[in-house]
């Protein structure tokens, strides 16, 4: 663990320097119909050996808003989701002692899945991912978000009941296909 920060091995954003006082705020999207987490493949650090890693949605909190308005006006921003999520769950605040840097992570949670019309110049592709399949190569703080709060991202899952509503979906529809298939074959018992 760095002495300096409540994660281990991370360091804050700097351009030209020691930044202070910033603040910045992400999330993982997850759908409540399928209960997949969505990820953004984006570049890790524009300023310092740019490449792609999937990392979370969002981006600096302005001056004028909180870390809750900033994470899903960023999110909204960078899929082009326009409904409203169902939840907005703070999950941790990153911080450096040094710099006092902090990042606000969050989960928010929508109703369905949806394909994300993406800026290419702030991201490059997304992926929704079931829980523990985690894409590859995941941004570090990121992979140490997940190992740190990953109880409590399953339990927020397992809150929306979301793996029940998938077995009923998935039985009714069945059901649905069973009746049908009954009519079109005249097997119906009147």
């Known amino acids: 663990m760095n002495p300096d920060t409540n994660l281990p091995h991370s360091t804050p954003?700097?351009?030209g320097g020691v930044r202070l006082n910033v603040r910045g705020a992400g999330a993982l999207i997850l759908a409540k119909d399928t209960g997949r987490l969505l990820f953004a493949f984006r570049i890790a650090d524009r300023h310092t050996r740019p490449h792609l890693v999937w990392n979370l949605w969002?981006?600096?909190v302005e001056s004028n808003e909180n870390p809750e308005t900033s994470v899903v006006r960023w999110s909204k921003i960078q899929t082009g989701y326009k409904g409203q999520f169902a939840d907005v769950i703070p999950l941790y605040t990153f911080f450096n002692n040094q710099?006092?840097?902090?990042y606000h992570n969050y989960l928010l949670i929508v109703e369905n899945e949806f394909w994300p019309s993406l800026d290419r110049k702030l991201t490059e592709d997304y992926k929704w991912v079931e829980y523990g399949k985690w894409p590859d190569p995941l941004y570090p703080t990121v992979s140490a978000l997940l190992r740190e709060k990953g109880p409590?991202?399953?339990k927020i899952i397992e809150k929306n009941a979301i793996r029940e509503s998938l077995l009923l979906k998935g039985n009714i529809?069945?059901?649905k296909d069973i009746i049908k298939n009954m009519i079109l074959s005249e097997k119906v018992i009147y």
């Open 13 to 15: 954003p700097k351009r």
């Open 58 to 60: 969002g981006g600096p």
């Open 99 to 102: 710099t006092n840097f902090r």
């Open 152 to 154: 409590e991202i399953i």
């Open 173 to 175: 529809i069945k059901l």
